[in-house]
């Protein structure tokens, strides 16, 4: 009768974290940064239809990188999650910090489970406040680690030198063309040290959760020439959409 074959728990467990960590690293980055206004997402990403960034709530917004399929149905049970919270109870019940905790506890438990492999994914959960200082952003790891990051984070791809590129970088109250930019430089940024690339709207998936807009809402997708105006630094376009409907407009809003 042959032995079974024993790896250890730890073994195990650093060969799915591994696993999990190559997958991931073989996509593009996310970038997610604060500024004076509210947080702003950048992704690398050229197509139109299949989302890195996405809105869960009225003031929380998901970010991801990895295999599509497993962050997507991530994203539906947060947004299902947020809907049966805000229904049962309130609208301002729903933070980002339940839904990270969430978002925690699934991952963690699919970690630890020899029946499936890890999901390759991670996360950025976050909300913007009435304030910057009440600004949230989670990153969630493939094994249901919590990391409560401030100001700026970088996932997936060549992420370790980006975020060093930006923590260098960023600062407080920064303006939303001065934050993109940033980002961008910080994407764009070669990790060998080689000459970095050049960046255009089409190749980018820009959103921002905006604590100005007099919406309830504070997601917005920046395409087109809006986002244009914002990569040439044109800061004016960073308004467009601020005020409120007139006339009849408004009363439809309203309803």
Do not use: C
């Not at 009225?58 to 299902?80: C, S």
């Not at 994914?121 to 304030?131: N, Q, R």
């Not at 980018?204 to 020439?225: I, M």
């Amino acid at each position: 009768m042959s032995t079974p074959f024993y790896v250890s728990p730890q073994q195990a467990m650093a060969d799915r974290a591994e696993y999990a960590r190559k997958g991931i690293a073989r996509g593009r980055s996310v970038v997610v940064l604060t500024y004076a206004d509210g947080i702003v997402f950048v992704a690398e990403n050229t197509s139109r239809a299949l989302h890195k960034v996405s809105e869960i709530y009225d003031r929380i917004a998901f970010a991801a990188v990895g295999r599509y399929n497993e962050f997507e149905n991530l994203r539906i049970g947060g947004v299902r999650y947020a809907d049966l919270r805000g229904y049962s109870y309130d609208r301002a019940d729903v933070n980002a910090r339940g839904l990270a905790n969430v978002y925690a506890q699934t991952l963690g438990t699919i970690f630890s489970s020899t029946g499936e492999k890890p999901y390759e994914v991670e996360l950025v959960v976050a909300e913007v406040g009435k304030t910057p200082g009440d600004d949230q952003i989670y990153r969630l790891t493939p094994d249901g680690s919590v990391v409560d990051e401030h100001g700026s984070v970088a996932v997936g791809g060549s992420s370790e030198s980006i975020a060093t590129y930006l923590e260098q970088r960023h600062e407080d109250g920064m303006s939303l063309t001065e934050a993109l930019k940033l980002a961008v430089d910080g994407l764009a940024r070669d990790p060998n040290g080689g000459a970095a690339r050049t960046l255009t709207p089409d190749q980018l998936e820009v959103a921002v959760l905006d604590r100005s807009r007099w919406q309830q809402r504070k997601f917005k997708r920046l395409l087109g020439t809006q986002l244009g105006r914002l990569l040439e630094g044109d800061a004016s376009a960073a308004s467009e959409d601020q005020e409120p409907p007139t006339g009849s407009a408004a009363a439809t809003e309203g309803e």
